[in-house]
């Protein structure tokens, strides 16, 4: 996937870039960076690991398997609960299941793949070679891959800046106006 973004990158004549990865996105851009350090300046990771834990483990197959039941109402709320704090989950959790109602898997097979993906993932090995400025974005209450993921990525890469988001689930970026404010300050500094 990373391969498919430097190419992507070449055909639009875009030589370097900021880039910034939240959760499966942060894999993928962990791998860019790794592999071809010419096309990053700056890199963002954002509630992404460079393994799954166990919680994280858990979390996606529960995910593959209710992908490949196809119960599609199940999957939205426990994405949604997994995902949110408990006070956001509740204030939309009726949202989730009329999605759930109405919605359906459109491409069982490709999520099917990014599920397998981000269960094979493993770039603990690679992380020495991310030597550009990175900022590695936590949440306290991460129910998907845990803060100790983002305290994992901080300890592997060099000249990187943490923080961690107390009262924020995995969906910090979508919860937390201060999530774009401190991405800004990085990317401008």
């Given at each position: 996937m990373a391969a498919d973004v430097a190419e992507a990158m070449e055909i639009l004549n875009i030589t370097s870039a900021y880039v910034m990865g939240i959760s499966q996105g942060g894999m993928i851009a962990q791998w860019l960076a790794a592999d071809f350090p010419e096309k990053v300046q700056k890199l963002v990771l954002a509630v992404t690991t460079a393994k799954l834990s166990n919680l994280g483990r858990e979390r996606i197959s529960c995910w593959l398997n209710l992908i490949q039941t196809?119960?599609?109402?199940?999957?939205?709320?426990?994405?949604?609960?997994?995902?949110y704090t408990t006070k956001s989950f509740e204030k939309f959790k009726y949202l989730y299941r009329i999605m759930g109602i109405f919605g359906n898997i459109k491409d069982k097979q490709r999520?099917?793949?990014?599920?397998v993906s981000c269960l094979k993932h493993d770039s603990l090995d690679f992380l020495e070679k991310i030597n550009c400025p990175t900022l590695i974005v936590g949440a306290e209450k991460d129910e998907v891959l845990g803060v100790e993921a983002s305290l994992r990525l901080?300890?592997?890469?060099k000249s990187n800046q943490l923080t961690i988001f107390s009262e924020c689930?995995?969906?910090?970026?979508?919860q937390n106006k201060d999530f774009q404010k401190r991405v800004l300050v990085f990317l401008e500094s």
């Amino acid at each position: 996937m990373a391969a498919d973004v430097a190419e992507a990158m070449e055909i639009l004549n875009i030589t370097s870039a900021y880039v910034m990865g939240i959760s499966q996105g942060g894999m993928i851009a962990q791998w860019l960076a790794a592999d071809f350090p010419e096309k990053v300046q700056k890199l963002v990771l954002a509630v992404t690991t460079a393994k799954l834990s166990n919680l994280g483990r858990e979390r996606i197959s529960c995910w593959l398997n209710l992908i490949q039941t196809g119960t599609y109402k199940d999957l939205m709320i426990d994405i949604a609960r997994h995902s949110y704090t408990t006070k956001s989950f509740e204030k939309f959790k009726y949202l989730y299941r009329i999605m759930g109602i109405f919605g359906n898997i459109k491409d069982k097979q490709r999520i099917d793949i990014q599920a397998v993906s981000c269960l094979k993932h493993d770039s603990l090995d690679f992380l020495e070679k991310i030597n550009c400025p990175t900022l590695i974005v936590g949440a306290e209450k991460d129910e998907v891959l845990g803060v100790e993921a983002s305290l994992r990525l901080h300890q592997h890469i060099k000249s990187n800046q943490l923080t961690i988001f107390s009262e924020c689930g995995h969906a910090l970026y979508e919860q937390n106006k201060d999530f774009q404010k401190r991405v800004l300050v990085f990317l401008e500094s």
